[in-house]
């Protein structure tokens, strides 16, 4: 599967934005999809997962309450609406998909999207 991101931008904080990440070569929905992001100097971290059905949702501590992992299998699509943006929220973010990992390591993702960039500005 081939994953594209696209929907970064700058925002300032307590904004909104919406990342979305379009897949393309097979069965979306047969694969969990994921977001981590990236800030410059950190390591990339997990940000939420999702399963193929869309019933089972995890996210990272810092973003609960904020972000919401989304997505449309008839539009092969999935989304990260993000609210409330915080400075410290700016980095790269991607997409990430697996047929049997939904958890918070990266290193169960298959497949990886571009990054695109969120910058929260004061």
């Known amino acids: 599967v081939q994953l594209q991101a696209s929907g970064g931008g700058s925002v300032q904080a307590g904004g909104s934005l919406t990342l979305s990440c379009a897949a393309s070569?097979?069965?979306?929905?047969?694969?969990?999809t994921a977001w981590f992001r990236q800030a410059p100097g950190k390591e990339r971290e997990f940000v939420a997962s999702l399963s193929g059905s869309g019933s089972t949702t995890y996210y990272e501590d810092s973003v609960k309450g904020r972000f919401t992992i989304s997505r449309d299998n008839a539009k092969n699509t999935a989304y990260l609406q993000m609210s409330s943006l915080k400075l410290e929220d700016t980095a790269v973010y991607y997409c990430?998909?697996?047929?049997?990992?939904?958890?918070?390591?990266?290193?169960?993702?298959?497949?990886w999207g571009q990054g695109t960039q969120v910058t929260v500005s004061s």
């Open positions: 990430a998909a697996s047929l049997y990992w939904r958890g918070s390591s990266s290193s169960g993702y298959n497949y």
């Open positions: 070569g097979r069965t979306f929905s047969s694969y969990n």
